[in-house]
């Protein structure tokens, strides 16, 4: 995904997520094989899935989105569909503490090397 028609860059979010003592690497793997593949096909831009190198219950990834109505369209197509509602949302809350999620989201400065 390229800068916007008017060439800003896009919306990113960094979410920091704490996984439940020992469930962190089920967390990771729940994410790149179903979590991430079901925001993509919504029309997501996953850009990077992380594990902590030093401390073994956090997760983090970065989704992008074109712009604010763009994140609005996204998360209503993801969080709205059935499929996340009763499936994956479900398997989520067993693998992480959801109260200790972090969602900052950033706009990347001209020197960024991801826009």
Not at 90 to 96: G, R, S, W, Y
Request: net charge negative.
């Amino acid at each position: 995904m390229s800068d916007d028609a008017v060439g800003r860059p896009g919306l990113f979010e960094l979410r920091f997520y704490t996984a439940y003592p020992g469930k962190r690497d089920e967390l990771a793997r729940y994410m790149d094989e179903v979590v991430i593949p079901f925001n993509t096909a919504r029309g997501v831009q996953v850009v990077a899935s992380f594990v902590d190198e030093e401390n073994e219950d956090v997760y983090v990834w970065i989704r992008r989105f074109a712009d604010e109505a763009d994140r609005k369209d996204r998360y209503r197509a993801i969080y709205g569909d059935p499929e996340w509602t009763d499936v994956m949302g479900p398997v989520i809350t067993d693998l992480m503490i959801l109260e200790r999620a972090v969602v900052t989201r950033a706009i990347p400065t001209a020197g960024s090397l991801i826009r």
